[in-house]
T-cell receptor
Framework: GQNIDQPTEMTATEGAIVQINCTYQ??????LFWYQQHAGEAPTFLSY????GLEEKGRFSSFLSRSKGYSYLLLKELQMKDSASYLC??????????FGAGTTVTVRA | SAVISQKPSRDICQRGTSLTIQCQVD?????MFWYRQQPGQSLTLIAT?????????ESGFVIDKFPISRPNLTFSTLTVSNMSPEDSSIYLC???????????FGQGTRLTVV
């Protein structure tokens, strides 16, 4: 099975940087994904790591350490529209996703 | 990428009845999945929808309660049978276009059982 932990809530100021940590313990690993979900909407893909290291996509970056079972999502230059839930998900060798409980990020002016 | 359409987007149903949710993808996909998201919680995988054969269910989910069909590479249905208020949730369809790509999600079906 999969055990995925991430903080419940984070608050940051517009223009700042926020780092959302995710730790996992899995019976099989085939990639780690980060999704953004606004209230009442479907999750949308942000980033994907399968090898160790940092993946950068504009204002969003994600890091993975497989040996430590650890990932983080870095959100830079925060905007009000970044207020959302951020979901860490681990994919198993059968391509099934297991999700963490999600981190609600609130961006304040 | 893939665009996933789900119908209905929301419904209010009487307990004891069944509801079938449809999921249509705009391109052929390798794998399709059904997830449930209960109020205030994250997504839980219900099953993998297999084309032309029985779906593969996760622990805690059974075929009699959640029958799934996948007649071709772009379409799947999930039925929530003999509903109770505990089935009130958002049901999401997901698809993979390739083995090293991200999963795409439909907009979800918000089900309320009264």
């Amino acid at each position: 099975g999969q055990n995925i932990d991430q903080p419940t809530e984070m608050t940051a100021t517009e223009g700042a940087i926020v780092q959302i940590n995710c730790t996992y313990q899995t019976s099989g690993f085939n990639g780690l994904f980060w999704y953004q979900q606004h209230a009442g909407e479907a999750p949308t893909f942000l980033s994907y790591n399968v090898l160790d290291g940092l993946e950068e996509k504009g204002r969003f970056s994600s890091f993975l350490s497989r040996s430590k079972g650890y990932s983080y999502l870095l959100l830079k230059e925060l905007q009000m529209k970044d207020s959302a839930s951020y979901l860490c998900a681990v994919r198993d060798p059968d391509y099934k996703l297991s999700f963490g409980a999600g981190t609600t990020v609130t961006v304040r002016a | 990428s893939a665009v996933i359409s789900q119908k209905p987007s929301r419904d209010i149903c009487q307990r004891g009845t069944s509801l079938t949710i449809q999921c249509q993808v705009d391109s052929q996909v390798t794998m399709m999945f059904w997830y449930r998201q209960q109020p205030g919680q994250s997504l839980t995988l219900i099953a993998t929808a297999n084309q032309g054969s029985e779906a593969t269910y996760e622990s805690g989910f059974v075929i009699d309660k959640f029958p799934i069909s996948r007649p071709n590479l772009t379409f799947s249905t999930l039925t929530v049978s003999n509903m109770s208020p505990e089935d009130s949730s958002i049901y999401l369809c997901s698809a993979l276009t390739g083995v090293n790509t991200e999963a795409f999600f439909g907009q979800g079906t918000r089900l309320t059982v009264v």
